[in-house]
């Protein structure tokens, strides 16, 4: 029997325990302080050493061989998919039914979880991601949307909506610039917390900007049009410091991209990835120019009838009461009805034997840049019993190489644009690619026919490359799209050839004067459809941009503080607008301008004030005015009445400017903010 311990024995007693209890921990979790503080020494100065030739250097280099390693494993995911699904399609037999219901109920269920999915994790990882970004690089804040969250979810819905093939024709270049600028905007962090620095905002754009370039290269092995095309799809205005960064993190992705494929035995060495066998000692005619040109002509038009179709579309839909109700309450039901749509249209048995429906979307471009001559195979008893032809999927006995071609550019086009307006991560610039290939591969094919033996019927005969035209159609028709001249350099960096650049950029500079004289790019209308704040661009005819100045669409009636204003001033300000920054002018009498104070530093001048109805006891100051115990910062930037609509757009691109006040001598006479100018740029687009 334990007797009674007396409070004060045992108060010391547990006193006693504890410091022993105490100290063992500390014995047991840190031994050998001297030793310790050696390595944490030997760690500083390592640190020291690697960060002299500047941190970004590594996070550039983590940010491209992540993201390249992720854009493989998910490649690899796919393709062990897709292939099981086809695998079932073949050896379920030859019941019509179960082959139907093989066919369209595996990429249904794929893209039903897709949306569902993605969605119910958060609702920023639909669509292709590139219009929001492009409104951040603007400097506006989009709450949320580069979170380290939405990653996993995109990544999981993008991987599903690949697997679906060629049945929904999406691929993954917007989705996977937006995953770059979420690992970027993460990897930023963590290099403010590595390297003990506070967060620097032109930091995290200069990665936001890196993250673009290689969110392209590592979709397509491309680092230097990568970066090309996202300055230009991107950025109206770039840095040059950013360029390096760019490039770096590019090169970076693109190699290990591809050395991951040598390492899984796809490849013997480091090559493209839609390589092409375009060897040819006379790839094209001078005279050929003048059917480029035509190409290039060709793609224009069918890029603005596409882009004006596909805003429709976007618009119809959501004014639409019963597909509105579906995307606001049941995004999977509607993913589920528009997939089975395509799905049984693409059915191998039906329509899809005249789409090409069974190949892959790799495979569709790898046809389309075939280096043979289809019209001449199919003409051919030899050539068709020629192995490793992909190109016999066109060739339909009760239709020809053209008729085919012809069906599959009637079909996508509308199939696309349906596509489009499924709210799952998907991306847009892959179809765009291949449906470009198969303007061009048909035109080629028309010009073969046409010149058998070629342009010149004298001497050697030196026959039209289809390929060649499938080339320029695929970057014109890309490049008129998305409004961008890279992608000629793209498509040569994807397949390896060369040869075709000149008539290429040629077709794409042509497709790109129709487009953008008639339509806004494909991101462009993203944004416009979705209503973000973006400044919409002053096209190049609007000379009278020069001569719009700010005080025809300033706003002058703006809420104004006074150094002297005191408790009750200021909130009868803050009731009277909700603006993020407020002017401080000299006093009532005299509106000379003399700083502003942000809305935070109000709320806290309030905070540190007594109220005139407050309790007795409270311990705060009675009275107090903005210019003895608020921080008034100075004005570094202010427009005259007379500045142009044009002078202001561009100040507003160049340094991402929300809200910047007008002054006549000094005094205040109004405010710009971006919905000022935005009204601007569309009254001058469209004139009353």
């Not at 109920?105 to 969605?119: D, E, K, N």
């Not at 129709?514 to 209503?531: E, R, T």
């Not at 909700?578 to 002018?585: Q, T």
Request: hydrophobic residues 50%; contains cysteine.
């Amino acid at each position: 029997m334990e007797r009674p311990v007396p409070r004060g024995l045992r108060g010391e007693k547990e006193e006693e325990e504890e410091v022993e209890r105490v100290l063992v921990s500390e014995h047991s979790w840190r031994p050998c302080p001297t030793a310790r503080r050696r390595v944490r020494g030997c760690l500083e100065w390592v640190k020291r050493q690697l960060f002299r030739v500047g941190e970004d250097w590594y996070f550039l280099f983590i940010l491209g061989v992540l993201m390249a390693t992720i854009s493989f494993a998910m490649d690899i995911i796919v393709a062990r998919l897709y292939a099981a699904h086809t695998w079932l399609y073949r050896e379920i037999g030859d019941i019509a039914v179960l082959k139907y219901l093989s066919w369209t109920l595996f990429p249904t269920a794929m893209a039903a979880f897709s949306s569902g999915f993605a969605q119910s994790i958060t609702p920023h990882s639909g669509g292709s991601g590139i219009p929001e970004l492009k409104t951040i690089l603007m400097g506006v804040v989009l709450e949320d949307y580069l979170a380290i969250q939405n990653f996993g979810a995109k990544v999981v819905g993008l991987t599903c909506t690949l697997t679906c093939g060629s049945t929904v024709f999406l691929g993954k270049v917007g989705p996977y610039v937006h995953l770059s600028a979420m690992a970027a905007a993460y990897l930023g962090k963590m290099r403010t917390s590595v390297t003990r620095e506070y967060e620097n905002k032109f930091k995290q754009h200069e990665m936001l900007v890196a993250a673009q370039a290689v969110g392209v290269a590592t979709v397509f092995g491309a680092p230097i049009s990568g970066v090309l095309f996202s300055i230009e799809v991107m950025s109206p205005h770039f840095a040059v410091r950013d360029y390096w960064r760019g490039f770096f993190a590019a090169t970076c992705g693109a190699f290990v991209f591809r050395l991951l494929a040598v390492f899984n035995s796809e490849q013997e060495t480091i090559a493209a990835v839609f390589k092409s066998d375009l060897k040819i000692d006379f790839p094209f005619d001078l005279l050929e120019t003048f059917f480029f040109l035509i190409l290039g002509i060709i793609c224009g038009i069918v890029a603005c009838a596409y882009l004006f179709c596909q805003r429709w579309m976007m618009v119809a839909v959501k004014r639409n009461r019963l597909t509105a109700k579906l995307l606001a309450t049941d995004k999977p039901v509607y993913t589920v009805l528009a997939v089975l749509l395509l799905a049984s249209i693409t059915f191998p048995p039906g329509l899809g034997q005249f789409m090409a429906s069974r190949l892959t979307m790799k495979e569709h471009l790898i046809s389309l840049f075939d280096n043979r001559t289809w019209g001449v195979l199919a003409a051919n008893a030899s050539g068709v019993a020629k192995p490793g032809g992909l190109w016999q999927e066109w060739d339909h006995p009760s239709a020809t190489i053209y008729g085919t071609l012809t069906f599959f550019l009637l079909m996508k086009f509308w199939m696309l644009i349906l596509a489009t307006t499924l709210p799952l991560p998907a991306g847009y610039f892959m179809p765009i690619f291949i449906y470009g290939a198969a303007i061009g591969r048909l035109m080629g094919e028309v010009v073969a026919l046409l010149f058998p033996r070629g342009l010149h019927s004298e001497g050697p005969p030196r026959p039209i490359i289809p390929a060649g035209y499938a080339l320029a159609g695929a970057a014109a028709f890309a490049g008129s799209v998305t409004h961008a001249v890279s992608t000629a350099l793209l498509v040569c960096e994807a397949t390896g050839h060369l040869d075709h650049l000149l008539p290429t950029v040629l077709a794409v500079l042509v497709a790109n004067a129709i487009s953008q004289k008639n339509q806004p790019s494909f991101y462009d209308a993203g944004i416009i459809v979705k209503k973000l704040p973006y400044l919409p661009p002053i096209r190049s005819r609007h000379i009278a941009s020069y001569r719009v100045v700010v005080e025809e669409f300033m706003e002058r009636r703006v809420v104004a503080l006074a150094k002297g204003d005191g408790f009750q001033e200021v909130l009868v300000a803050l009731d009277a607008s909700a603006d993020a920054e407020y002017p401080v002018v000299e006093s009532t009498g005299s509106p000379t301008l003399v700083g502003t104070v942000s809305r935070s530093q109000l709320v806290t001048f309030l905070q540190s004030h007594k109220h005139p109805q407050a309790p007795q006891g409270e311990k705060l100051a009675a009275v107090g005015t903005l210019g003895d115990d608020c921080t008034i910062e100075p004005i570094m930037l202010q427009f005259s009445p007379w500045t142009s609509l044009h002078q202001a757009y561009h100040l507003f691109q160049m340094l991402k400017l929300q809200r910047v006040f007008v002054t006549r001598s000094g005094e205040l006479v109004g405010a710009v903010s971006r919905a000022e100018l935005r009204r601007a740029i569309e009254d001058l687009a469209n004139p009353k």
